[in-house]
């Protein structure tokens, strides 16, 4: 079992509507998790924390946690264009959870 | 520029030569991280330091490679006798040692094995 799953999409969404993105996690032990996004060629570029249970806002972006279904996903409101991208979903993990284990990211279209 | 910095950018190399790459984490950092990332994956982690310590490697990490943080500032990564699977972009992230450990990502150093 991988530590961290997520739907590699592409996920289109028309602009200004929500998109979703989700997150499944193997170690219980993570505590805080991180959303990162990355434009095609660059690397990660931090968006979001989240370390408490329930949903966590900041803008346009909500991040919601569910450590018993060991689940955390990403709202974006009013998405645009330039939203398009793969969104990573980053639990730390390792024997002090000092590491990242980073899923295969989802792509974001979104759609003029 | 107060950010994570890389150098090179892009290195073309053949297979079988030697090839460095170079962190300059964000100056208040104490940990730094090195990664590995291949078309449509997201990054693998290689290894990390706190100060000049390397702390943990990855058993990606095989021996043709290798990690130093020497005066817990800067760090080099070497690759010995590259491969064409070798060829990934090598991110390197920094990080407090308190807080939640956000890590901030350099630009990237793009490696191709020809």
């Known amino acids: 079992q991988k530590e961290v799953e997520q739907n590699s999409g592409p996920l289109s969404v028309p602009e200004g509507a929500i998109a979703s993105l989700n997150c499944t996690y193997s170690?219980?032990?993570?505590?805080?998790f991180f959303w990162y996004r990355q434009y095609s060629g660059k690397s990660p570029e931090l968006i979001m924390f989240?370390?408490?249970?329930g949903d966590k806002e900041d803008g346009r972006f909500t991040a919601q946690l569910n450590k018993a279904s060991q689940y955390v996903s990403l709202l974006i409101r009013d998405s645009q264009p330039s939203d398009s991208a793969t969104y990573l979903c980053?639990?730390?993990?390792?024997?002090?959870?000092?590491?990242?284990?980073f899923g295969s990211g989802t792509k974001l279209n979104v759609k003029p | 520029d107060t950010g994570v910095s890389q150098d090179p950018r892009h290195k073309i190399t053949k297979r079988g030569q030697n090839v460095t790459f170079r962190c300059d984490p964000i100056?208040?950092?104490?940990?730094l991280y090195w990664y590995r990332q291949t078309l449509g994956q997201g990054p693998e982690f290689l290894t990390y330091?706190?100060?000049?310590?390397?702390?943990?490697k990855s058993r990606l990490l095989s021996d043709r490679f290798s990690a130093e943080r020497p005066k817990g500032s800067f760090s080099t990564l070497e690759i010995q006798r590259t491969e064409q699977g070798d060829s990934a972009m090598y991110l390197c992230?920094?990080?407090?040692?308190?807080?939640?450990?956000?890590?901030?990502f350099g630009p990237g150093t793009r490696l191709t094995v020809l």
């Open positions: 330091f706190q100060n000049e310590a390397q702390l943990e």
């Open positions: 170690d219980r032990g993570s505590q805080s």
């Open positions: 992230a920094s990080s407090f040692v308190t807080g939640l450990g956000e890590q901030f």
């Open positions: 989240i370390y408490s249970n």
């Open positions: 100056s208040e950092h104490n940990r």
């Open positions: 980053a639990p730390p993990g390792g024997n002090n959870f000092n590491k990242f284990y």
